[in-house]
């Protein structure tokens, strides 16, 4: 409040005082003494009792070498006060690091949609023959002798409706692009993405020669299908990626052809790579055509309509612009540059000419309001020089004069003119996308969506359509050229009328430009992939030098942060765009508080996987087995917001919610979900795919719920029978059965033990039980090493759930996994195994069934000590930490993205003994612990599971046992070759496997495992 250097009294004080000390704290005093106060000199906070220095915190992140710049400010809506993090990203860093990898997930992302929509579409597609234009280049005669499959428009949608975009729009889009190339006259034509064959069945009758490639084996297929019954044997199909030219050659096509590609390609990079080899595959003196250019200029515009199109009419200005920027940096298409093409003449000097063009056509949508054509006329070496004959061109600035079109047509009528060039001309197919751009950038009233929807309809500017320039051909003997004006980002185009037999050899309108490699041409469109992937690295590198109350919950990408008029970072726009958009988004009370960052929700990568693969905008609803996982998803993680691109681990999941997910999928689909199809596809986009071939396919029968009922204890010792027991009771009947006195009387419904891992043929399943902690985890490494003829089958007890007790006896823990595995298969011979603890479950399963008749396929010890001399208490303390503890705890470090600062101070370890525990283990499964919860649920079957241990007594087993040893064993077992089962089993197949009792279930040394284990299964 008062610097401490000066001694004098502060005005207005009731007591004064010598020396005041700062604070940091901003107030004034009032004329009645009272103090008023106005806020921080910094952006110093308290959270949790911690004084927080926010700029800390945003130098910490700027140090990270994928960010730009940071802003960090609290939210103080919520009950406890959450730190939000907005930065903008290093795209240098991203190009150099990251682009490679996101590229290959990208352009596979692409490659799989296409595969499932076409293979979709050539079920259910019929064209309509009856919706043709009168100007369409195929004949009726022709059309007669062609199947409907030849203009197959699937999934062609508008981004403004999400709706198909008519069969006369599209019809009028590839007449555009169909007369441009016939006009060229090609006898030799490669297209590059022929897709389904839009252009293809066109242009092919008119060559000699016509050599399609695509990604798609699907879309070849729809093609091939057709080609075999029309008469186009010149017609080739390759299976290639855009960058693969094998079997190509060099300078052979009159016309190259990407038409509605390159939006699809993934940076400005592979653009080049594909434009460079296409070049050099066209003839002296043909011309390289790229169609359907998504315009970077106009790309705000663009979302900008998309937007105000979807938009309720109360939605506010503000809201508005927060949902346009947002849907900009989320964008997976590349818009590129008109300037790019320009400058390519300065990269590949056998370039002649470069046209820029917009579509034809009456229709206004997003083809023809934000696109563009492109025509790259390669030089003919072998072209005799001519010296270029000059043109008088006479120039009119529309911007300045406006003139009507009839106006024109009446001079050019007169004068007749070689060339006349009108400039600057308001483009009449998005005037009204242009003003709401401005009046968004611009901050002006109106104040909602739809008031401004009312002033458009009232707006009386001028502008005019560039197909009424295109209708002058049909009256004047002139051609038209239309191209953006030089300043493409207001949408202007300029208007080129040549008198029929003119050359038009250059552009008038744009001079050359070099080209600038560093320059960015083209927009991210892997910027919001990258920055979903950074935000848990955020997390991790701030926790290495922060506490864990200044690590922010909520990380919030933008493509740049907006700046106050003195190009500084504007908080205050920041934390309302966060607000804003958020409530926006999901329609909630922002003050609640949440267990997840709503952002990282936010800014979900838009669907790759949807059924629009050519609008990118659209909004598909989930289908009903993406709905159900939604459900199960929101109930176990405890959200109010799931989407189909959230990873289940980065979202509060970790493994032992994973099996209670595989579970709820048997309870609600009927379905076996491996455990492990859950890692390898943590979203639910990924899953959906998973559960409808598991549905379409056959499966085996469903391990139904396994009830137990601890009401009853009658006898004291009673045998297996030899059918599958149908009374629940006989779990509790069996010799060393000891029911807890907590537990309840009545009846308690336990969850199938079974856990699938993987799942094979109809064979016998292999069936392994836990070991110490209860958890199959260990397993999961072996079971996908192991070969997929037969399912292994993970068994974890009773009370995971925190709901039911443990079991605590060896052998009733047998009797109730035997009752689970019979359900589902009912007679032998059964293969059985378990490591650590779980061996000993296993040879006591194998006694049971063994001693009611039932054969034994397989008895498989992994590394298991037979538990032949009764151990002291320090000894079975002594196993519990040192071997149970330490062989079980580094598999319950997630499989996925787990988060550390979920545990509280309530935890049963500090925070300080976590910390240790991690230090401790292996850099390579230092991942993240579980959650508090799911730990709280093992220790009683820890305690229960040692006291089975402590408590057992086995008998001799009179049949085989196989011993899977590791090679490096504790002293006290290392003069011990069969780990004292010899005294148990006259019979041991004894094999060594390299590593200890931890390792051997872990890379690299679980191979050799799994080798050895797949002779006894094969």
Not at 5 to 19: C, D, G, Q, V, Y
Not at 474 to 495: A, F, H, R
Not at 774 to 795: C, D, I, Q, T
């Amino acid at each position: 409040l008062w610097d401490s250097e000066n001694t004098s009294s502060p005005p207005h004080a009731p007591h004064p005082t010598p020396l005041l000390y700062k604070t940091g704290d901003r107030a004034q005093y009032c004329t009645n003494g009272a103090i008023e106060f106005l806020g921080r000199v910094d952006h110093q906070i308290k959270i949790r009792g911690f004084r927080v220095e926010l700029g800390e915190i945003e130098a910490t992140l700027q140090r990270h070498p994928a960010i730009q710049e940071a802003v960090v400010f609290p939210d103080g809506a919520s009950n406890e006060t959450r730190l939000i993090t907005y930065f903008s990203l290093n795209y240098q860093h991203f190009q150099q690091n990251i682009l490679q990898s996101l590229q290959t997930q990208h352009l596979q992302h692409w490659q799989t949609l296409y595969n499932q929509t076409y293979q979709s579409s050539s079920k259910i597609h019929h064209a309509v023959r009856a919706d043709l234009t009168d100007n369409f280049v195929i004949t009726t005669e022709e059309l007669k002798t062609k199947p409907d499959h030849t203009f197959n428009i699937t999934g062609w949608n508008s981004s403004y409706t999400g709706e198909p975009i008519s069969i006369r729009e599209m019809r009028e889009w590839v007449n555009d692009r169909v007369q441009q190339i016939l006009a060229l006259k090609p006898k030799r034509v490669l297209e590059i993405g022929c897709g389904t064959g839009l252009l293809l069945f066109q242009i092919a009758p008119h060559c000699q020669k016509y050599v399609g490639t695509d990604f798609s084996a699907a879309s070849l297929e729809l093609i091939q299908t057709q080609l075999n019954g029309l008469n186009l044997h010149h017609v080739e199909l390759l299976h290639h990626m855009a960058t693969d030219f094998a079997g190509i050659d060099p300078a052979s096509f009159d016309v190259v052809i990407l038409n509605s590609i390159v939006q699809y390609f993934p940076s400005q990079d592979y653009l080049m790579q594909v434009l460079e080899a296409a070049i050099q595959t066209v003839a002296p003196g043909g011309v390289l055509l790229i169609g359907d250019v998504r315009s970077l200029p106009l790309l705000a515009t663009f979302h900008t309509w998309v937007q105000f199109c979807q938009a309720d009419a109360a939605m506010e200005r503000t809201q508005l612009q927060q949902q346009v920027e947002r849907s900009q940096f989320e964008e997976p298409e590349l818009a590129i540059d008109p300037a790019f093409f320009h400058a390519l003449r300065d990269r590949f000097s056998s370039i002649r000419q470069v046209q820029i063009r917009l579509s034809r056509g009456r229709s206004h949508n997003e083809m023809t309001q934000f696109r563009y054509n492109v025509l790259l006329h390669i030089d003919d070496k072998f072209r005799t020089f001519q010296p270029t004959q000059v043109h008088s061109v006479q120039h009119h600035d529309w911007k300045a004069n406006p003139i009507a079109v009839e106006e024109i047509q009446h001079s050019l009528s007169e004068s007749k003119p070689e060339k006349f060039l009108i400039t600057n001309v308001t483009n009449q197919r998005i005037r009204a996308a242009i003003e709401t751009t401005n009046w968004l950038r611009n901050k002006e009233s109106p104040k909602t969506v739809g008031r401004m929807r009312e002033k458009l309809q009232d707006a009386a500017q001028w502008a005019i359509d560039p197909q009424d320039w295109w209708d002058l051909e049909t009256v004047l003997p002139y051609n038209v050229e239309i191209t953006w004006s030089t300043q493409t980002n207001t949408g202007d185009y300029d208007v080129l009328l040549l008198r029929q037999g003119i050359d038009a050899n250059i552009d008038p309108s744009i001079p050359q430009q070099p080209y600038q490699s560093e320059q960015s041409y083209t927009n991210h469109p892997l910027q919001s992939a990258f920055a979903r992937q950074l935000i848990p690295e955020l997390r991790q590198y701030l926790k290495q030098t922060l506490p864990d109350y200044m690590v922010p919950a909520t990380f919030v990408p933008l493509e740049k942060l907006p700046l106050t008029s003195s190009g500084k970072i504007d908080r205050a726009s920041v934390a309302e765009l966060y607000r804003a958009s958020i409530a926006e988004q999901y329609r909630i009370n922002i003050a609640e508080p949440y267990h997840i960052s709503i952002a990282e929700q936010y800014y979900d990568l838009l669907s790759l996987s949807g059924n629009s693969i050519h609008s990118s905008h659209s909004t598909i609803a989930p289908s009903i087995t993406e709905a159900t996982l939604i459900e199960i998803w929101q109930e176990l993680l405890r959200l109010k917001q799931v989407s189909l691109h959230d990873n289940f681990f980065e979202l509060g999941g970790h493994s032992l919610l994973a099996t209670q997910m595989t579970s709820r999928v048997r309870d609600t689909f009927g379905l076996e979900l491996p455990l492990q199809k859950i890692f390898e596809a943590p979203t639910i986009a990924q899953l959906a795919p998973i559960l409808e071939t598991l549905r379409n396919a056959a499966s085996p029968p469903i391990p139904p719920l396994v009830r137990l009922d601890r009401s009853a204890h009658r006898r004291k010792r009673s045998t297996l029978p030899s059918t599958p027991p149908t009374n629940p009771n006989q779990i509790q009947n069996h010799p060393g059965f000891s029911a807890p006195t907590t537990i309840k009387q009545p009846e308690i419904a336990s969850r199938s033990p079974l856990i699938p891992l993987t799942l094979g043929n109809s064979q016998q399943p292999f069936f392994c039980v836990h070991p110490m902690f209860g958890v199959v985890f260990p397993y999961l490494e072996l079971a996908h090493h192991l070969g997929s003829h037969r399912s292994f089958y993970g068994l974890q007890p009773l009370g995971l759930d925190g709901k039911s007790p443990p079991l605590n006896r060896i052998e009733a823990i047998a009797t109730y996994y035997i009752q689970a595995i019979q359900t589902l298969q009912p007679h032998g011979p059964y293969f059985l195994g378990g490591w650590s603890f779980g061996g000993l479950v296993a040879f006591e399963m194998a006694q049971q069934l063994t001693q009611a008749g039932q054969p034994i396929g397989l008895l498989a010890i992994l590394d298991t000590p037979a538990p032949c001399n009764k151990p002291s208490l320090y000894q079975s303390l002594k196993f519990l930490l040192g071997t149970a503890l330490w062989s079980t705890l580094p598999f319950l470090l997630d499989y996925g993205a787990l988060a550390t600062d979920r545990l509280r101070s309530r935890s049963w370890f500090s925070r300080g003994q976590w910390s240790a525990i991690t230090r401790l283990l292996p850099e390579e499964s230092r991942l993240q612990l579980l959650d508090e919860s799911a730990i709280r649920s093992l220790l009683p079957i820890v305690y229960a599971n040692s006291q089975a241990t402590y408590r057992y007594v086995p008998r001799p087993y009179p049949n085989r046992l196989t011993l899977f040893k590791a090679a490096e064993q504790p002293e006290a077992l290392q003069n011990q070759p069969t780990l004292n089962w010899s005294t148990l089993a006259s019979e041991i197949q004894l094999h060594q496997v390299p590593g200890n009792h931890l390792s051997l279930l872990k890379q690299p040394h679980v191979q050799t495992l799994a080798q050895q284990l797949e002779h006894y299964l094969s």
